[in-house]
């Protein structure tokens, strides 16, 4: 599924709209460059599994936990050089926790993803638009 959005408010609508669709244990997989509007999508993703919380980027944390009935857990692997760094900051147990992880520049660690992983490639058309494509596998 491609949208194209026009505005940040578009963005955050798109990330709102597909956590309807989400079901605990998601892992979502963010491609896209700086400023894209990956932190905005993540942010409306948020509202849409009913979090009260102030999503903001983890770059220096490598994550943020939002609780909830299905807890956010928001991810920025932008600092770490792989997926071992990944796996010593405990991954399996937040994959084992069961709430949806949300992970902003997945390619660095994507070896450390389950098959039915959510990916999400957010393209800057111009300032104000984006391009947000949605690739959900198909359940076997």
């Known amino acids: 599924m491609t949208i194209i959005s026009s505005s ?11 956590a309807e669709k989400l079901t605990p244990g998601d892992v979502l997989a963010f491609h896209g460059d700086l400023g894209a509007g990956k932190t905005v999508f ?12 102030r999503v903001t980027s983890p770059t220096f944390t490598i994550v943020n936990e939002y609780g909830g009935k299905i807890p956010l ?3 920025d692997m932008y ?11 405990g991954w399996e147990d937040y994959l084992a926790r069961g709430g949806i992880c949300a992970v ?3 390619e660095i660690t994507e070896d450390a993803f389950p098959e039915n992983t959510i990916n999400i490639y957010i393209k800057k058309i111009d ?3 984006r391009e947000i494509t949605i690739d959900i596998p198909e359940e076997s």
């Open 8 to 18: 940040w408010e578009q963005t955050f609508e798109a990330g709102k709209a597909l």
């Open 104 to 106: 902003e520049w997945s």
């Open 79 to 89: 600092r770490l050089s792989g997926s071992d760094e990944l796996f010593e900051i």
């Open 127 to 129: 300032d104000n638009s």
């Open 42 to 53: 993540i942010r409306g993703l948020a509202e849409g599994l009913g979090l009260d919380a």
């Open 73 to 75: 857990f928001h991810f």
